[in-house]
């Protein structure tokens, strides 16, 4: 059994009437994350897991936020996109675990249709992509409601 892990951490700054992605799930909020792709934070940080572990570089080598090809796109298709590469090499998901910090809004009630969400497009079973939430208790840029950071860890299969 060859067995590889891989980290991922991603933030963005937080702008005042974007649209809120996180984890593949369109939340309720004034604010939302700037970026070029849609700023899926959770999403960016799980892609840098998943190449991480094949030692593959970063989100940002993969698609880069010069290119007009990713202005705008919905972060799924990257982690899609992600995923054929690791299928490609033979690996399988063992399982994947993410923690939001945020201040606001409140992710507990999003983070089921969150597993979902990554879980599908993983094609794994939804135990084995966990997301969890935290926000700093108002310290930091997270606190002050200026940014989102989140961290991914995933193991990969390959028999
Ligand atoms: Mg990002």
């Not at 892990?5 to 369109?26: M, P, S």
């Not at 899609?80 to 590469?85: D, F, G, H, K, N």
């Not at 969150?114 to 939804?126: A, G, H, T």
Request: glycine residues 10%; aromatic residues 6%; negative net charge.
């Amino acid at each position: 059994m060859d067995i590889r892990i891989g980290h991922g951490y991603d933030v963005h700054a937080l702008g005042e009437g974007l649209k809120l992605f996180i984890g593949g799930v369109e939340l309720e909020h004034t604010k939302g994350c700037i970026a070029h792709s849609d700023g899926d934070v959770a999403i960016h940080a799980l892609c840098d897991a998943l190449l991480g572990a094949l030692a593959l570089g970063d989100i940002g080598k993969h698609f880069p936020d010069t290119s007009s090809e990713f202005k705008g796109i919905d972060s799924k298709i990257l982690l899609a996109r992600v995923m054929e590469l690791v299928w490609e090499r033979g690996y399988l998901l063992g399982n994947a675990d993410i923690t939001i910090a945020a201040q606001k809004p409140k992710m507990a009630p999003h983070l089921l249709r969150m597993r979902e969400v990554l879980s599908s497009i993983m094609k794994v079973d939804v135990e084995r992509v966990s997301v969890k939430a935290t926000t700093t208790e108002r310290l930091g840029f997270v606190g002050r409601e200026e940014g989102i950071e989140v961290w991914a860890s995933v193991i990969l299969l390959k028999n």
